[in-house]
């Protein structure tokens, strides 16, 4: 018998019912049915993918490092983990980032700037497709950080 998966990639950019409500103040642009940024939001599943793939790894690995039978090799792995648990937590951040990113997205208030309330430019989301902030914000924010130390 052949188990074959049936096909896996059917482009299911299905956009939630609450996508369909109006959020305030859009009442101009038409909002396509799967969002203003398909290919944003494609990106942004394949980075969650990734990660959440990753971070499985990670765990199966970790999973394995009492098992180490040398003393370098387990000093090693101790440095390994290590690693391996900074890289998670800023993936988990990143994560979370990339969920809150998505459910604006079902929101229709993603590419909006949390700050001014302007559009953030498509060049920008496609570069950093986590962001919330404009660049003039984003600027002011960090210059701000800056003077804060
Ligand atoms: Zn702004």
């Not at 290590?82 to 079902?106: G, H, P, Q, T, V």
């Not at 989301?125 to 962001?131: D, E, F, G, H, S």
């Amino acid at each position: 018998m052949k188990a074959r998966p049936t096909k896996k990639r059917t482009p299911s950019t299905k956009a939630p019912k609450s996508a369909r409500f109006k959020r305030s103040a859009t009442p101009r642009k038409k909002i396509p049915k799967n969002g203003k940024y398909p290919d944003i939001r494609r990106d942004l599943e394949r980075q969650r993918e990734a990660i959440l793939n990753e971070a499985g790894e990670v765990l199966t690995h970790r999973g394995d490092i009492a098992a180490f039978p040398d003393v370098s090799d387990q000093a090693s792995a101790e440095i390994d983990q290590n690693f391996s648990m900074r890289i998670r937590d800023r993936e988990r951040k990143l994560l979370k980032k990339i969920e809150e990113a998505l459910e604006r997205m079902d929101a229709a208030t993603y590419g909006t700037c949390e700050d001014c309330g302007g559009d953030i430019p498509y060049k920008r989301l496609k570069a950093r497709p986590v962001t919330t902030l404009c660049i003039e914000c984003k600027t002011l924010q960090e210059q701000e950080e800056q003077a804060r130390g």
